[in-house]
């Protein structure tokens, strides 16, 4: 419906953007020569080429026509695709200063949510040192992530009991929606010490509900990102309704806040726990701090909206390849059980004795990444590439899906072969270019290794302890495996799978 919406609001963009343009004067004749693409339309630009619930695709398109350095008009922006390794690697570490701004959503504005998350935050502000500062030494540093192990053991062992549940049952698990809880869970512990979700009730659910609510509004395409001069009207009501469930998020995060100032007021200054808020709490107290209220609470509401989907969409991509893939579903079971033995739980210290199970996350990273485009960058200076001028102010986009898809680099890129991992030592930790899902440079994904530990256990767990079998009797060959745009990329149609204990 949000596509339908889109371009029910197109005649409207066009005559408001046209008065707006007429007093504007005409491109002068010095104008930097762009990277090659497809020629756009007035006003518009190739916005029509990406109408439709798969932009990534479209693109990918158009670059195998223009070249892996395109240029593409939305609207009034203009935006330049990346679409190979050397090209990356050229914007994300040679040019990785001047490349390192963010083109900001208008629906991530509510709330003033882009002055205080590290995300959005240009690299150059002392509150994005800050943020960056306190992410590495106080949450994910590996230090820190080793002494919380035992949070993301119990959260894992918990869904296995939930699964256990639905197997006396015989009923279908949605593993997207269930391994969403489990990450969300692992996440809420490790910061706040409580869950903030469960699997079966139908209550206590309106956080969840929440940051569901905010990764769909971030997934549509909205008119004002594409004519910010429409942005003061907020055609489509995205930031409107961004701004509820920011809201209702940050109320949630205030009132567990709120109840950790009260005691340890009450408890006269000793700490509750050792938990990432503490650790948080007694930095903002330091006179003179430099970290405060609002950069505490949007820090946390970014690694719940961030964090949470990129995992759960990773792990639900990958139970659906071994579904489609039996023998190597086998192949995964056995390299478990051999290492483990039966009825044990994985634990975070055996994932380096797992190649096999390494080897399908980086498969599955290759094909699904999480992020097709990564979080958009934007150039602070013009920057020649190839003998062309990529502008500034410019949006970029890495195409990592495309990258993932190209048979120059992998051979048969369309065919889910974790067996090409045990072949080559790539890894996705931002060094190689081929393999960049958290992307790389300044602004690599902060939360790599906490993501990487969550979705080896969850997966690992996941096939060790059961047996799987389609919903509805449906066939492997007839699962749907079309992807859904969106803050993450998801299945279109939601695994569900029915689990079967083994004999």
């Known amino acids: 419906m949000e596509y339908l919406a889109f371009v029910l609001l197109l005649p409207f963009v066009l005559v408001s953007v046209h008065l707006l343009a007429s007093g504007l004067r ?8 762009l990277p090659p693409g497809p020629k756009p339309f007035p006003i518009i630009g190739n916005i029509l080429e990406l109408i439709g619930n798969q932009p990534h695709i479209a693109v990918s398109k158009l670059s195998k026509t223009y070249g892996p350095l395109m240029t593409l008009k939305f609207g009034s922006i203009t935006t330049i695709i990346i679409s190979s390794p050397d090209l990356a690697k050229e914007v994300l570490q040679k040019h990785d200063q001047v490349f390192s701004g963010r083109t900001i959503p208008d629906a991530v504005r509510a709330l003033d949510h882009h002055k205080f998350s ?10 994005w040192r800050n943020l960056r500062k306190v992410s590495a030494t106080q949450i994910f540093a590996t230090q820190k992530l080793n002494s919380t192990q035992a949070i993301r053991k119990k959260k894992v062992q918990q869904l296995v009991d939930h699964v256990k549940e639905i197997c006396n049952s015989g009923q279908a698990v949605d593993i997207g929606r269930t391994t ?53 009207v907020d055609p489509q009501g995205a930031r409107r309704r961004m701004t509820i469930y920011f809201r209702n998020c940050l109320r949630t995060l205030d009132g567990i806040i709120n109840e950790r100032l009260q005691l340890r007021a009450s408890s006269k200054g000793s700490k509750a726990s050792s938990d990432i808020l503490d650790s948080l709490l007694d930095i903002n107290q330091e006179d003179n701090s430099e970290l405060s209220s609002d950069d505490v609470r949007h820090l946390f509401l970014a690694f719940f909206i961030g964090g949470v989907d990129t995992i759960s969409a990773t792990v639900e991509w990958a139970m659906a390849e071994l579904l489609r893939s039996p023998e190597k579903m086998a192949k995964a079971r056995k390299e478990l059980e051999e290492v483990l033995g039966k009825d044990k739980l994985v634990q975070e210290s055996d994932i380096s004795k797992l190649p096999y199970l390494r080897a399908i996350v980086k498969e599955i990273f290759r094909l699904h990444p999480a992020t097709p485009f990564l979080v958009p960058h934007k150039a602070l200076a013009d920057v020649e590439m190839c003998g062309f001028t990529v502008p500034k102010n410019a949006q970029i986009l890495v195409n990592v899906w495309a990258m993932g898809r190209d048979s120059s680099i992998w051979p048969n890129p369309n065919l889910f072969e974790p067996e090409r991992f045990l072949e080559q030592d790539i890894d996705f930790k931002g060094g190689d270019f081929e393999l960049i899902p958290f992307g790389a440079g300044r602004r690599i994904c902060p939360g790599l290794s906490f993501a990487n530990r969550m979705v080896h256990m969850i997966l690992a767990s996941l096939v060790h302890n059961f047996n799987w079998k389609l919903a509805d009797e449906m066939k492997a060959e007839d699962m749907d495996m079309r992807e859904m745009f969106g803050l993450s990329l998801h299945k279109a149609e939601p695994l569900q799978a029915i689990p079967i204990r083994p004999m």
């Open 180 to 232: 969403f809880t489990t990450s969300l869970n692992a996440i809420s512990n490790t910061i706040f010490s409580t869950d903030m979700a469960e699997y079966c009730s139908t209550t206590s659910q309106e956080f969840l509900e929440d940051i569901f609510g905010t990764k769909e509004e971030a997934g549509k395409p909205n008119v004002a990102d594409y004519f910010p001069a429409l942005r003061f």
């Open 118 to 127: 590290m995300g959005w935050l240009p690299p150059t502000s002392s509150r």
């Open 26 to 33: 005409a491109r002068k004749s010095g104008s930097p020569r």
